[in-house]
């Protein structure tokens, strides 16, 4: 396996692959993403191990909309119609794809989802040291805080913290599944090898990263506008205004699915087999 170092442009070009695959298949993607996100919010309300299993269940999520970009995208380039024209994939091929790929690597996505949990744990319990303990003791064992607790300087500090402590975590696991599955590495090493390409190709992940919050941006003015249009007429029409809620936060989700479906080209311009 060699890392491949892309020019900084690289990563407006993820950017538009991964928005151009997205249409090709948005029900199939939508539907994965989401039932991904069901299973994961369904099992982080388990009592007390919820919030520890949960991250076991990360890197099935990240592999998982990856394997469907990657059979979205092939098919999109590669397949041809009798009429000479480019195929387009279909959701089942994408579900059968991502379902071969968790039966296959599911040893190997529980020891990186094992390590995320783990990491988790530390992070949270470091917390301690900010807010006396509140915020571990409400993600690990369920013990609610008070208002006044959520609404407190050290906790809201605690909760930064975590999120700072966090980004590593989010970054060493960007590639590690794609890593195993597609190259065979071990998820210890997996984990190396996408912090490495990460740092090395600086440039492009950072303009990525840019790229999608420009995205966001813009989708989030153009659907608060119409957001604003919905509950301005919900004062004279009931539910006008629920509409326009639920479209933001549908906006939202279907907005992180297409981020999401982006990252396989980061992982496939980053690492060569041979």
């Given at each position: ?26 029900l199939a993607f939508v539907s994965l993403f989401f039932l991904l ?134 970054l060493a696991m960007w590639h590690a599944p794609a890593l195993v ?44 506008l119409i957001a604003t249009v919905l509950i301005g007429v919900g ?40």
């Amino acid at each position: 396996m060699k890392l491949h170092i892309v020019p900084a442009r690289t990563g407006a070009e993820w950017v538009r692959l991964g928005l151009k695959t997205f249409w090709r298949q948005p029900l199939a993607f939508v539907s994965l993403f989401f039932l991904l996100m069901a299973l994961i919010s369904t099992v982080s309300l388990l009592p007390l191990v919820g919030s520890v299993l949960a991250p076991i269940l990360l890197p099935f999520m990240t592999l998982s909309l990856m394997v469907a970009t990657s059979v979205a995208y092939t098919d999109n380039a590669e397949g041809v119609g009798t009429a000479g024209h480019a195929q387009r994939p279909t959701g089942s091929a994408m579900f059968v794809a991502v379902a071969a790929a968790m039966r296959t690597e599911w040893r190997a996505l529980v020891k990186l989802g094992v390590i995320s949990a783990a990491y988790f744990v530390v992070a949270v319990l470091l917390t301690s040291f900010i807010d006396g303990g509140q915020l571990a003791r409400a993600y690990l064992l369920d013990d609610m805080p008070s208002a006044e607790t959520l609404a407190s300087s050290d906790f809201q500090v605690a909760r930064m913290f975590l999120m700072c402590l966090n980004l590593p975590l989010s970054l060493a696991m960007w590639h590690a599944p794609a890593l195993v599955h597609w190259h065979g590495v071990e998820p210890v090493k997996s984990i190396f090898f996408s912090v490495v390409a990460l740092f090395r190709n600086f440039g492009a992940y950072a303009l990525f990263v840019l790229a999608w919050f420009g995205v966001f941006l813009l989708a989030g003015i153009g659907m608060g506008l119409i957001a604003t249009v919905l509950i301005g007429v919900g004062a004279a029409a009931g539910g006008a205004a629920l509409i326009g809620n639920v479209l933001i936060v549908g906006s939202a989700l279907v907005l992180a699915a297409m981020s999401l479906s982006s990252t396989w080209f980061t992982f496939r311009d980053s690492f060569d087999p041979n």
